[in-house]
């Protein structure tokens, strides 16, 4: 990521703009992902590093636009399974960390990580570190283990909610992840309320 310019990624209908300090991936372009992603793994939408040495894990789910499916609303829907819908998203988040840590233990298995990248890991500023390939995902896997971790939904509902009817749902998925992530930190953000200072847009 270029440290003049904010990085930008299309998803969901929507344009993320990211600080210009973090370095941020989107997951399933990554060729790591693209290796399991035949095995039922379903990673989140965005990997970053933010400038204050903490790792986001971004899910990213935009209603705004969408349409009923078989007759059903898709907002109707996570009202009445609220918890159903906040275990999809829990899974996304875990599968997330199985990744990370198995990127860690491939890279461990690597003569020229043990004898070269490892070593300049604790020689090398983080922000030069994580410009790498390696850096990155070893930065991650010890943030991670550190829980220096910030859990994002980035969750777009539209107008076709009422404010209360919101508050109450954002309440009722937020309890889940709490008792499911403890350790680690949870937010929901969307574009009224965005997480730090990224920003998001309608594509």
């Known amino acids: 990521m270029s440290s003049a310019s904010s990085t930008s990624y299309p998803e969901s209908g929507l344009l993320f703009s990211f600080p210009k300090n973090w370095r941020v991936f989107k ?3 990554h060729r790591f992902y693209r290796y399991v992603s035949g095995y039922g793994i379903k990673g989140v939408d965005f990997i970053g590093i933010t400038e204050e040495k ?18 059903i609303d898709p907002i109707q829907k996570i009202k009445k399974a609220p918890l159903d819908f906040a275990e999809q998203i829990t899974l996304k988040f875990e599968d997330s960390f199985s990744l990370i840590n198995g990127i860690h233990r491939f ?16 020689i090398l500023p983080q922000y030069i570190s994580m410009k790498y390939d390696w850096g990155f995902w070893s930065i991650s896997y010890q943030l991670l283990k550190n829980h220096q971790t910030d859990l994002v939904l980035w969750l777009e509902l539209g107008t076709k909610i009422s404010c209360d009817a919101e508050k ?13 992530f ?13 997480f730090q200072k990224i920003e998001a847009h309608l594509n």
């Open 182 to 194: 403890k350790s680690k930190s949870i937010v929901i953000a969307n574009r009224k309320n965005p």
């Open 107 to 122: 890279h461990q298995k690597q003569t020229w990580y043990r004898w070269l990248a490892r070593p300049l890991l604790h």
């Open 54 to 71: 903490r790792l986001v894990l971004i899910e990213v789910k935009n209603y705004t636009d969408r349409f009923p499916q078989d007759g």
């Open 168 to 180: 109450k749902l954002k309440q009722e998925i937020a309890s889940y992840f709490k008792k499911e």
């Open 27 to 29: 997951f399933d372009d």
